[in-house]
């Protein structure tokens, strides 16, 4: 469950889902309504929902920390993704740690200042998220790498991973664009392209643990390499990957062959496992999917999420259209719904970015 509690950062990232602004608004939830809504998640029972407080920049919330207080004293498991902007000190991540945070994501959508300080919109985002990589590592706490890949960054994703390796990331996530909020201005990848690079996330997610978001793909490529298919081997974008990829860890592990343990993907999807709430309340069946299903305000988030049509339909693979409705993989991919409904209106339509043929 993800919670924007306020759309007010400081950044003005190139790919920012929520459009986010300089100021608080006014409408937001308040902080009793903030509790109520954990109290009614916490209601849920175990296993409780896993909480990832958002935004804009969740510090930006003078409440935060009393938020997090309350959600863990319920059992909540409450991670936040934080913007890096001078707000996030090592004693504000302390005081957040105290109150029961145990995982930061942050964001590197690129492997030196060029290309992530343009992403941010602002110099010198990239050497203090490097310095606060190292701050969450030696206060004990969990790290998320968060990375959007677009046409701008993919020849980058090796580095990007060198860096996530580095810093003993415990989850590199990989975002694949969705043409909303100020994304739609960037460039996404072919679905060939995007084949290409979930393949290299497989072989690569024997190193680091990956998961993606908005490409449900990735759990029918693991299937298919776990059943031993071949990867897109021919394919400029893959070759290129995995040549950069054997350079920066020749004396790591082979790629190739498969080490290690592979952290399985999450068998969840838009409305199905998953749901995001913005700051006014409403829920959606994920962020990048802007099709309001209810409102906080109005009824508890643990009826809208088990009764909206919607999400109900969501939940049924059979309720697909097009190729992912006939697909094999519906069951345990479905496709991105979100740009499903970005591409066509439908947010039940095939998701037309996958290149799998049927
Ligand atoms: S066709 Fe749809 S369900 Fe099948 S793998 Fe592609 S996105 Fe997933």
Known sequence: ??????????????????????????????????????????????????????????????????????GTALGLSVSLSPSVTPRLTRAALAELQSAGVRTVSLSLDGATPATHDAFRGI????????????????????LQVNT???????AELPAILDRVYRAHAALWSVFFLVPVGRGRRLKALSPREEEAVLHWLYEVSAVVPVKTTEAP???????????????????????????????????????????GSRRPPLDINAGRGFAFIDHRGLVYPSGFLPHAVGSVRAAPFSVIYREAPLLRALRDPDALGGKCGRCEFRTICGGSRSRAFALTGDPLAEDAMCAYQL
């Open 1 to 70: 469950m993800i919670w924007e509690i306020t759309r007010a950062c400081q950044l003005a990232c190139l790919h920012c889902r929520a459009d986010a602004i300089r100021h608080r608004d006014p409408f937001e939830l308040t902080t009793t309504e903030g509790k109520e809504l954990l109290d009614d998640l916490a209601a849920f029972g175990p296993p409780r929902p896993l909480l990832v407080l958002t935004g804009g920049d969740p510090l930006e919330r003078s409440d935060l920390v009393d938020l997090v207080s309350h």
């Open 123 to 142: 110099d010198g985002v990239f050497a203090a998220t490097e310095e606060t990589i190292r701050i969450v590592g030696e206060l004990g706490l969990r």
């Open 148 to 154: 959007t890949v677009t046409q701008q960054n993919v």
């Open 217 to 259: 793909q990735y759990r029918r490529v693991v299937v298919q390499r776990m059943r031993g298919e071949n990867p897109p081997l021919g394919e400029p974008l893959f070759e290129r990957l995995r040549a950069s990829t054997s350079e920066l860890f020749r004396d790591a592990v082979s790629m190739r062959s498969g080490f």
